[in-house]
C-alpha cells in the first residue's frame, strides 16, 4: 500500500473545517468527560471508541441528549453476537426524537421535509406540519386497535406521507416495514406476508420518468393476499378515490392531537427491513428503536457532519435501506429532501438539478450514477449552482477511482467525497465518511467510530494492506435484533456468524490500509480466485467499464467438476458498440495491465442486460448457480430480480456448455 509520506490525497481539511466540525467539538467534549484521548485526531478516537465501546455509547447517548424514560442499568449487559443486550432496562421512543426540533418555536416553521418530484419544483412540510400529522395519523392508528409490537407496512414512493406513516408507526410502538411501487405484488408478498401486517398505506400509482404507472390492480392483490389486514389507507397520488374498504389519507391525518409516544424498551422493534433475498425468501432483518437511534446519531450527527441548517438529499426508495437512513436525518434538526422519481429524468443530470433546487449540503447518490454521469459527458459544477454541496457520499457499490477524480474534477475541487459501506443488516455504514480526515482516490477514509473493523484471512488472522473478510469483532447497537421467523435464532447466526463464531462476517471483501483507510473490493461470496489470487468482481467492473464502449458488465468465477476454472466476463454494449475483436483485446489488455494477469476472462461474452436486485445491486451469485446447471426456479427467487427474463439469458449458456 502506498504511505501518506509520498503522495498528496485528493482531497485535505482545511483547519477551519475541522475545527468546526461536530465531530471534533465531540472528542473535545468526551475527552472531558468520559476520559477520551484529547489528541490524537480521529484515529485516536476510533481506538478509543472500540476499546471503551461501553463508554463510547453512553458518550454518544449523553452528546446527543438521548431521552431515556427510564434509566438503563448498564450499557452493555451481555456483549455476545450474536444476542448483545444494549442499555437493558431503559425505555425511548425514536419518533419523539425525530419530531424534537418541533419543540422549538425558533424551527418549528422551518422546514423538515422538501418533497421533490420530476418537475423538480421543492414543496416544503413545516416541522410543527409533519408533527402534526404524526399525531393525528398515531391517534388514528391506536383506534384501529393498532398496539405495541404489531407490524404497518407501506406500499409506496419516496413521499412525504410514508415519512409520516413510518413516524406514526413509530411512536404508537408498532413495527414498520416498507416496499417500493416498482415492486411487483409477488416480491411484496414475499416480504410482507412473513411478517403479518395489521395496516396497509398505498398509493395508487406513482410517477417515473415521465409516465404514470397505476397500481391499482396490485394493491388489490395485495389486499387479497394480506389476510391479517384491519385497515388500508389510500393516498391518491394519481388522483384516484379512495377504493371501498380503505381509508383516505387526507381523513386519517386531519385531526390536530398532541402526538403521544409510546416508551418502549431500548431493543423494541423499530423496522423490518429485508436481504436482497435472491435465493430463498428474503431475510426479514429486525432492528431496535434504541440501537437504530443511537447507530444513527452517531452516523448522521458525527461521520456526516449534519445537524440545523443542513438539507440531506440521498437518492433511494422505500426498499432499500438508504431511505430509513435519510429519514433518519429528522434526528439532528436537518431538512431531508425527498425525490420522488427517476434519477435520470429528464436528462442524467436530474440529481444535481434538484441538489440545486434544494440547497443540499449532503448529496447522497449511487457510484453507478456517478459513472453514468461521467460517460453521458454531464458537467455537474459547470451547468448546476453546487455551492452549498460540502460532501457528496456515494454508496451502493465502490466508487471506482475514476468516480473520484470525475467528482473532483466536474462537481468541485474542493469537495469531500465519502465513499461509504455497511449494509441492510446494520441499517449503517461499516465505513466511510469522515469530515476531518483526507480523501484518498479509491479509498474508504475510515472505519466507522464504535465499530471494530478488521480484515481477516481464512484462518481469523488481522490483516493489514492485504485483501482479507470483513469482519466486525464487537456488537454494534443496530445490529439485528433477530430475523423474523426464526424462533431459535439459527438463520440468523448462519448469515454472519458461521465462519467465525462469536464474530461478525460481512460477506465483503476488504483492504485495510496502514493509513487505516478502507478499500472495498466486493462480495466475497463471489471472489475470483484464479490460481490462489483472489480479486473482488468490483476491481473488474472498475477497468472493464472505464472503456466507453461498455455500459455494464458481469464477472463470474466458477469452479468446474474437473478442477478446472472458467471465468466469463459478461458485457452490456452501450448503444452503437459492437464486440469485434480489437474490443475485446482492449478489455483483456486493460484487465491485464491494471490488475492482473491472471484475471483476464477466459471469455467475453455479449449479454442483453445485466441482471440486478430490486435495490440495483448486480447479480452475481445467482447467476453462478446457473451456469453450474441449477434450475432457474432454485437458483433465484424470481420476485428479487428487476428483469427474470434476463436470467433465462445464462441458463441458455449454461444449457449449450453442457
Request: glycine share 10%; net charge negative.
Amino acid at each position: 500500500m502506498t504511505s501518506a509520506a509520498n503522495h498528496a490525497p485528493l482531497w485535505q481539511p482545511d483547519p477551519d473545517r475541522i475545527a468546526a466540525a461536530r465531530i471534533t467539538r465531540f472528542q473535545a467534549w468526551a475527552a472531558e468527560h468520559h476520559g477520551a484521548p484529547a489528541e490524537g485526531g480521529y484515529q485516536a478516537l476510533h481506538r478509543w471508541s472500540v476499546q471503551e465501546l461501553e463508554t463510547f455509547w453512553q458518550a454518544v447517548a449523553e452528546w446527543f441528549e438521548i431521552r431515556f424514560s427510564t434509566p438503563y442499568a448498564q450499557v452493555l449487559g451481555d456483549r455476545s453476537m450474536p444476542g448483545a443486550q444494549w442499555f437493558p432496562g431503559a425505555t425511548l421512543n425514536y419518533a419523539e426524537h425525530a419530531l424534537r426540533t418541533a419543540e422549538d418555536p425558533a424551527r418549528a416553521h422551518d422546514p423538515a421535509l422538501l418533497h421533490v418530484d420530476e418537475t423538480h419544483e421543492p414543496v416544503p412540510i413545516s416541522w410543527s406540519e409533519l408533527r402534526r400529522q404524526v399525531g393525528a395519523l398515531a391517534a388514528e392508528l391506536r383506534a384501529l386497535g393498532v398496539r405495541p409490537g404489531d407490524r404497518v407496512s407501506g406500499y409506496l414512493p419516496n413521499i412525504p406521507q410514508a415519512v409520516t406513516a413510518f413516524l406514526a408507526t413509530a411512536a404508537v410502538g408498532a413495527v414498520w416495514t416498507s416496499c417500493a411501487p416498482d415492486f411487483g405484488a409477488r416480491s411484496v408478498l414475499d416480504r410482507f406476508q412473513q411478517v403479518e401486517p395489521v395496516v396497509l398505506f398505498t398509493v395508487d400509482g406513482y410517477r417515473y420518468g415521465g409516465k404514470e404507472h397505476d397500481r391499482t390492480g396490485t394493491v388489490a392483490e395485495l389486499r387479497r393476499e394480506l389476510p391479517t389486514l384491519r385497515a388500508v389507507v389510500h393516498i391518491p397520488l394519481l388522483g384516484t378515490e379512495a377504493p371501498e374498504g380503505t381509508l383516505d389519507w387526507s381523513a386519517v391525518t386531519a385531526g390536530d392531537t398532541e402526538p403521544v409516544f409510546e416508551q418502549v424498551p431500548f431493543d423494541h422493534p423499530l423496522w423490518v427491513l429485508y436481504s436482497s433475498g435472491t435465493t430463498g425468501l428474503p431475510k426479514a432483518i429486525v432492528q431496535s428503536q434504541g440501537g437504530i437511534l443511537l447507530e444513527h446519531f452517531k452516523q448522521i450527527g458525527l461521520h456526516c457532519d449534519l445537524g440545523p441548517g443542513d438539507r440531506f438529499f440521498w437518492y433511494t426508495s422505500t426498499g432499500w435501506m438508504m431511505w430509513n437512513f435519510l429519514v433518519s436525518g429528522l434526528l439532528t434538526g436537518t431538512t431531508v429532501v425527498l425525490y420522488d422519481g427517476s434519477p435520470g429524468y429528464p436528462d442524467t443530470g436530474a440529481q444535481w438539478r434538484v441538489a440545486e433546487r434544494t440547497g443540499a449540503t449532503l448529496f447522497g447518490t449511487s457510484a453507478a450514477y456517478v459513472m453514468a454521469c461521467a460517460k453521458a459527458d454531464v458537467h455537474p459544477g459547470r451547468d448546476f449552482d453546487l455551492s452549498r454541496v460540502k460532501c457528496v457520499a456515494t454508496t451502493g457499490s465502490p466508487l471506482p477511482p475514476d468516480g473520484f477524480r470525475w467528482l473532483h474534477d466536474e462537481v468541485a475541487d474542493d469537495l469531500w467525497i465519502a465513499s461509504v459501506s455497511g449494509g441492510t443488516d446494520v441499517c449503517s455504514c461499516f465505513a466511510g465518511a469522515v469530515p476531518t480526515l483526507p480523501v484518498e482516490i479509491g479509498e474508504l477514509q475510515a472505519a466507522c467510530l464504535g465499530t471494530d473493523l478488521r480484515s481477516w484471512d481464512p484462518e481469523g488472522k488481522p490483516v493489514v494492506g492485504e485483501v482479507g473478510e470483513l469482519v466486525v469483532t464487537n456488537p454494534m447497537p443496530s445490529m439485528p435484533i433477530r430475523f423474523w421467523n426464526d424462533p431459535d435464532g439459527s438463520r440468523y447466526r448462519d448469515s454472519y456468524f458461521e465462519m467465525y463464531p462469536g464474530v461478525w462476517r460481512h460477506g465483503d471483501w476488504i483492504t485495510i490500509t496502514d493509513r487505516g483507510s478502507v478499500i472495498i473490493h466486493g462480495r466475497s461470496d463471489s471472489t475470483l480466485n484464479r490460481q490462489g489470487v483472489r480479486m473482488g468482481s468490483a476491481d473488474i467492473y472498475e477497468v472493464v467499464e472505464r472503456l466507453p464502449e461498455i455500459r455494464e458488465s458481469l464477472v463470474i468465477g466458477l469452479e468446474e467438476p474437473d478442477g478446472g476454472y472458467w471465468m466469463p466476463l459478461f458485457v452490456h454494449l452501450a448503444e452503437g458498440a459492437a464486440l469485434d475483436d480489437g474490443l475485446r483485446a482492449r478489455i483483456k489488455q486493460s484487465i491485464r495491465e491494471n490488475l492482473s494477469p491472471r484475471h483476464v476472462p477466459d471469455d467475453i461474452i455479449e449479454v442483453p442486460g445485466v441482471p440486478h436486485t430490486l435495490t440495483g445491486k448486480r447479480i452475481e451469485v445467482p447467476v453462478k448457480r446457473l451456469l453450474q446447471g441449477t434450475p432457474l426456479a432454485k437458483a433465484v427467487n424470481p420476485g428479487s430480480v428487476d428483469n427474470l427474463e434476463l436470467l433465462a439469458f445464462y441458463e441458455d449458456i449454461a444449457r449449450n456448455r453442457t
